[in-house]
Nanobody, 123 residues
Framework: VQLQAFGGGLVQAGGSLRLSCAAS????????VGWFRQAPGKEREFVAA????????YYADSVKGRFTISRDNAKNTVYLQMNSLKPEDTAVHYC?????????????????WGQGTLVTVSS
C-alpha cells in the first residue's frame, strides 16, 4: 500500500486543521492506519491510530480530546481532525499503515509510510 499525507499548513493557536492520508490499493480496509509526528530536534512520536474497519481508535494522551482520527474506506482515505491546536503541535505529520491494529503503537509496528506534511502552529 502506498500512502500520501496532505493538508498541513500554518494556523494560529486555538485553530483547526484536517490532515488527510490517501492510500492506493484495493485492500485498504484491511490495514490499520496511524498518524505520527516529528517536531524539530525531537524523535518521531505516535499521535493516533485507527483500525481497518474504523471501529477502534487510540490516541496519545497529548492529543486526546483535541484530535479525532477517522477513515472513509470507500475513498481509501484516513483523516486527522486537529482542533484547539497548540504551538507544541508544530511538527511534520506522517501517516503509516500496518497489517493489524495496535494500541499504544511504536514506529516499528508500521511497515508502510507516507511522506510527511508540515503543521505549524503560531502563538
Amino acid at each position: 500500500v502506498q500512502l500520501q499525507a496532505f493538508g498541513g499548513g500554518l494556523v494560529q493557536a486555538g485553530g483547526s486543521l484536517r490532515l488527510s492520508c490517501a492510500a492506493s490499493g484495493r485492500t485498504f480496509s484491511s490495514y490499520a492506519v496511524g498518524w505520527f509526528r516529528q517536531a524539530p530536534g525531537k524523535e518521531r512520536e505516535f499521535v493516533a491510530a485507527i483500525s481497518g474497519s474504523g471501529g477502534v481508535t487510540y490516541y496519545a494522551d497529548s492529543v486526546k480530546g483535541r484530535f479525532t482520527i477517522s477513515r472513509d474506506n470507500a475513498k481509501n482515505t484516513v483523516y486527522l481532525q486537529m482542533n484547539s491546536l497548540k504551538p507544541e503541535d508544530t511538527a511534520v505529520h506522517y501517516c503509516a499503515a500496518a497489517t493489524r491494529f495496535y494500541s499504544n503503537p511504536t514506529e516499528s509496528d508500521y511497515h508502510y509510510w507516507g511522506q510527511g506534511t508540515l503543521v505549524t502552529v503560531s502563538s
